[in-house]
């Protein structure tokens, strides 16, 4: 059964390091999402992207994120300058439709 | 901003039993619904879902049940398992917006095991 892919699973960095978190959605699927979870508390939306281009995004999608799909298979989510608070479980999800979306199994952001 | 409610944190039901999980939301906009179950270390796994236009929906051992005028949404899940043990967050989304692309808000999550 195709699944959604994130890696690493789990990244350490430094406090104002760029992180980039990768994912390989679904192959046949057009729309593409990332969101996070802060330990313990909800998944929260952060960005959704289809043709190429930014749909909607939350207002903690700030100018230190940014996502792009740079070939056929990627999509990745870059945080420029790292900060304490960035530290979650980000998880991307893709879908053909706009429904049903279907979620990678995180990669743990840790930032010390 | 508190637009998609799951009021109990965690549940406890005997294998066999049934579990109902409740998820209650505030934006009348909303109008299509889903329930994800989460294990440990895992993305969010899609359950069931249900549009605005439907009061029930069922999959197997699975029936989401949606009540409109209360804003209230329930998953029952008859007979419980103990694979069934994890975390099941409702979510929810307007699929009025632009381009197609729609934006979940989800709940807090309800822990559910099921104990043997």
């Known amino acids: 059964e195709p699944e959604v892919t994130q890696t690493p699973s789990h990244q350490v960095t430094q406090m104002g390091q760029e992180v980039i978190l990768r994912c390989v959605p679904i192959?046949?699927?057009?729309?593409f999402y990332w969101y996070r979870q802060i330990l313990g508390q909800k998944v929260e939306f952060l960005v959704s992207f289809y043709n190429n281009e930014i749909s909607e995004k939350s207002e903690i999608f700030d100018d230190q994120f940014s996502v792009e799909r740079p070939d056929g298979s990627n999509f990745t989510l870059k945080i420029r300058s790292t900060k304490l608070e960035d530290s979650a479980m980000y998880f991307c999800a893709s879908s053909l439709e706009g429904n049903e979306q279907f979620f990678g199994p995180g990669t743990r952001l840790t930032v010390l | 901003d508190q637009q998609v409610k799951q009021n109990s944190p965690s549940l406890s039901v005997q294998e066999g039993r049934i579990s109902i999980l409740n998820c209650d939301y505030t934006?009348?906009?909303?109008?299509?619904f889903l329930w994800y179950k989460k294990y440990p270390a895992e993305g969010p796994t899609f359950l069931i879902s249900i549009s605005s236009i439907k009061d029930k929906n069922e999959d197997g051992r699975f029936t989401v049940f949606l009540n409109k005028s209360a804003k209230h949404l329930s998953l029952h899940i008859v007979p419980s398992q103990p694979g069934d043990s994890a975390v099941y967050f409702c979510?929810?989304?307007?699929?009025?917006?632009?381009?197609?692309?729609?934006?979940?808000?989800f709940g807090t999550g309800t822990r559910l095991k099921v104990l043997a």
């Open positions: 934006n009348s906009m909303f109008d299509y």
């Open positions: 192959s046949n699927h057009l729309y």
């Open positions: 979510a929810a989304t307007n699929t009025f917006t632009s381009v197609g692309t729609y934006k979940y808000i």
